[in-house]
Every structure is written in C-alpha cells, then in structure tokens.
C-alpha cells in the first residue's frame, strides 16, 4: 500500500488530491452539501429534469412495473420493451434511422470508437476530447492522431495523412470544459471530402443546444450527415445511460461489436422509463432550453459586469481559467465561503496550466440566484483574473436591470 499513499501523497504536493463532497436531498438548484446550503453551479443537470415530479413518478411507475433491473445484457435477456420504446423516441428526436442505448456516455464513446476505429484505420481526435473518447481511441484497434482544438486546417493535414486508410473523426459537440461548439459544419465537409466518418459526442448538447435542444449538430444543420451522435441520459436529461444514434447498419454493427454493450447489464428500467419522462418534458416544454440559454447570457453578463474576463463561449458552460491547480481551488474555497458551489476543475481533466472554475447554469436558477452567484465568484477569483478597470458602466446597468 506504500506505493499507492506515495502517490496520492504527490498529487497532494501538486494541488491535485480530488475527494468527493456529500450532497444531502435531491439535486436542485440549491442544494445541502457537506451539510452546508449552497447554490450549485457545477451540475449539469441542465434542465432541472433530474428531480422533476413526472420524472421521478416515472421512475417509480417502471419500479413497480418492470422491477428495478433488467437482470441480464441486451443480447442475452436483458432487452426489455422500455428500452425499445426509449430508442424509439430517441431516434425520432434526432432525426436518425436508429438508436442504440448504452449504460453510460462512458461505455457509449469508449464501445462506439473501439467498434469504428479499427486495426489497419485511423481514429482523429479533437485535443480537447472528453477521457471518455480519449479512451475510446485507447481502446481502438486503429491508429489515432490528435488535431489543435477546433482547427479545421489541422485536421486536413491530418485526413491526408490517414489517407487510403478507413478514418473516423471524433469530437465533444459541445467541449465539456470550455464549453465552446466545434466546428461540426467544417468538419463533415471535410470528412466528406476525405470519405471520412464522423462521430459527434452531444453529452453537453442534447437538451441544451440546437433547435429545440437538439443538439450541436441539429444546430449546424448538419445531424443528418453525422455517422454517430452520441448523447448522455445523465446530463440535461435526469437520468442515467446513454445512446447512440446512426443509421440501421452502424446500428446492427454495434449490437454486434461494441463490446461494452455486449458484456454488461442493460440499462435499469428505472433509469429507463425516467428519460422517457424527461424527453417528454423537453420536448413538450422546448422553453426550458430556451431558459438554460437565456441563465447563461444572464450569468456571463452578470461576471461581466462584475469585471470578470469571460471566455468567448457562448454555451451554458462557462470556464473562468486561472492557470494553477492551486488558484483553482483557492478560488472554489472561496466561492463555497459565499455559498457558492463551483467545482474546480484540474489537470488531468484539462491541460496543465489551465486549471479552472467551471460554471455551469441550470434553466432553474432565477436571475437573483444568477446575480449572486457572478458577484460571489467574481470575489472569490484571484486578482488576475478581474479587469474591473475595463468594466464598462454600462455592463452595471444591465446585470442591475436583468
Ligand atoms: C459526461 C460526459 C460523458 C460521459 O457520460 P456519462 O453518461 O456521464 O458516462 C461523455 N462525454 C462527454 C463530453 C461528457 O461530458
């Protein structure tokens, strides 16, 4: 054990050692953590689905219909109707041929790009990827080259370089950390230059991006010509579990060789029958998006107007980089101080050196929660990180009258 506690010694020494906190009650806007009441701004429980009453009613409902687990995979015994019924809804919301549920994003993008990426292929991968396809292209037998974030000149080079061989191109829809959109219109250009395939993961874009939550690719009208959109049940949608959507094939090829489908337990019916509820509810009340997008305009103009330098991002994820993994926390502790939750997120999760606080709204906070929580954070950064000087009047005014 002395090898294990040296190590976890040496990311103490770097700033790096992670612990969980303790979320009492369900997951709100507000919640108790570690016994304290704080406003929570690192959930990405976007739409407020993953304690919504309809949603936990379906969850009991498909408790005492179908049992709480499905007892088996999907190609043993495990494949129950709600999970039809789920890929059904699914593939109509985005507009694709069929869907394929997986146990988590995790096992989705990890199952989907070793299935794709093949011995004698090549995989291409934005820089900024989520772990998940990073491990995915690991797990691949095909080679993988990474391009420079959202660098469509990069990832020709990269295409001429994988040229003559099967190559799929991987990217985040929307970047889990930076919370900007790749440049999904450009890249299956050139993927259909190249003959190239393209997966695009929607973990942080379904519910919360696009034409009526959609999805980035919805968003840059090009869904219809993405191979595979992969999308979480856990983030905007409450749940838990995740998907894959793509034409009958790629489907049937799936089934047959994403080995994290194959070898583990279906999805619980619970879990099930919660995002069925909750893909309800968004597409019933496609204002709810609508909201999310307007919280995050309200809180960026909020840390705007209270001098902070707010990156370009235009989502509901906000990154405020402040460089060390010890600013990172030194300015989460302090947010925390005054109530506000926002995690700080450290290498290996992002690149050395651009350690942050990762903010992200929910459609359920109010403009007042919004208003505090721009002026706790901007009290918590380090000095840096805040150009009051240049902070126009005018940015007062708007996060005064918002
Ligand atoms: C969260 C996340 C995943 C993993 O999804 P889970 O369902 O939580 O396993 C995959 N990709 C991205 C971009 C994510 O942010």
């Not at 440049?183 to 393209?198: C, F, K, S």
């Not at 926002?342 to 651009?354: F, Y």
């Not at 954070?377 to 380090?382: D, K, N, Q, T, W």
Request: hydrophobic share 45%; net charge neutral.
């Amino acid at each position: 054990m002395e090898d294990l506690e040296r190590h976890l010694d040496e990311l103490g020494d770097r700033g790096l050692l992670r612990r969980m906190r303790l979320v009492s009650g369900p997951q709100g806007p507000r919640v108790l953590l570690d016994g304290r009441p704080v406003l929570l701004l690192c959930s990405n429980n976007y739409l407020g689905l993953a304690d919504h009453r309809r949603v936990r009613e379906a969850a009991v409902d498909a408790a005492r219909r179908w049992g709480v687990g499905a007892g088996a995979s999907r190609l043993i015994s495990g494949n129950m109707t709600i999970h039809r019924r789920l890929e059904e809804e699914l593939a109509e919301f985005k507009g694709a041929e069929r869907c394929v549920l997986f146990g988590s994003g995790y096992l989705a993008n990890t199952g989907v790009v070793a299935a794709l990426a093949r011995p004698g292929g090549v995989v291409i991968s934005d820089e900024l990827n989520h772990a998940s396809l990073v491990d995915g292209c690991r797990l691949a037998g095909a080679e993988t080259l990474i391009y420079r974030h959202a660098d469509l000149a990069h990832l020709e080079r990269r295409l001429r370089e994988a040229a003559g061989r099967a190559s799929l191109i991987v990217t985040d829809g929307v970047f889990s950390m930076d919370g900007d959109v790749a440049p999904l219109g450009g890249i299956v250009e050139l993927a259909r230059r190249h003959g190239a395939r393209v997966l695009v993961d929607e973990a942080h874009g379904t519910g919360a991006v696009g034409p009526d939550g959609r999805g980035a690719a919805a968003a840059a009208g090009v869904a219809e010509e993405v191979d595979v959109v992969v999308g979480t049940l856990g983030k905007a949608l409450g749940s838990y579990g995740a998907y894959a959507c793509c034409d009958e094939t790629t489907a049937r090829y799936l089934v047959n060789s994403a080995r994290t489908l194959i070898f583990s337990t279906a999805l619980p019916p619970p879990a099930v029958a919660a995002a069925l509820a909750a893909l309800a509810v968004v597409r019933a009340e496609p204002e709810r998006v609508a909201r999310l997008a307007r919280n995050a305009r309200l809180l960026r103009e909020g840390l705007r107007a209270e001098g902070v330098d707010v990156a370009a991002s235009g989502t509901q994820i906000v990154p405020l980089v402040v460089g060390s993994a010890g600013a990172a926390t030194g300015a989460s502790e302090r947010a925390l101080e005054r109530g506000v939750f926002a995690q700080a997120i450290r290498p290996p999760t992002v690149p050395e050196g651009t350690s942050r606080l990762r903010l992200s709204v929910m459609a359920s906070h109010t403009r007042s929660e919004l208003r505090q929580a721009a002026r706790a954070v901007a009290e918590s950064l380090p000095p840096g990180k805040l150009s009051r000087p240049e902070a126009p009047l005018e940015g007062r005014a708007i996060a005064a009258a918002a």
